[in-house]
């Protein structure tokens, strides 16, 4: 199966697209935490600014692939109130939070001027994001290629694919 077909493979790529935006979300805090000059690091707010517009439209539409098409098949085998699945819906939920709060603290910089506060908030995301994803890449993922069948990749593929 491509990852056309397959939606472990097709939820790989956009793991893949997420840990590009990381790179570059923490390559612009570094830069802020140095910035030499207000207009300076105005400008790199501002392209924060547009990576939080990631954070609400693609990172929402995967979380919601992953919750609303793999986790309730995968959680016949492996249960979803306890366990991994368990474990990923809370750090979903943690990530929405922490992705709200860094945008608050990013709007609270236009008058409070406060750039520390939104770069320990833009870590804390990045963090969690990062460590999330790779569990579910080296752990979650490799239980569900034990355990799915063909017809429920087929089927779970459908569904990612209306979750836009
Ligand atoms: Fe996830
Ligand atoms: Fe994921």
Known sequence: MDASHDPLAALRIEHEEIRGILNKLEGYLKKTASAESDEDRNNLINQLSGITAFMDKDMEIHFKREEEALFPVLGNYIGIETGPINVMLI??????DLSAGFKIKINNYRSDKNYKALIDAGNSLSQLLSEHED???HILFNMA??????????SIMEKILAIK
């Not at 750090?91 to 929405?96: A, D, I, T, V």
Request: hydrophobic content about 10%; overall charge negative; some cysteine.
């Open 91 to 96: 750090e979903h939920n943690h990530c929405r």
């Open 145 to 154: 290629e034990m355990h799915l069948t063909q017809d429920e990749k087929r």
């Open 135 to 137: 569990k579910e890449d």
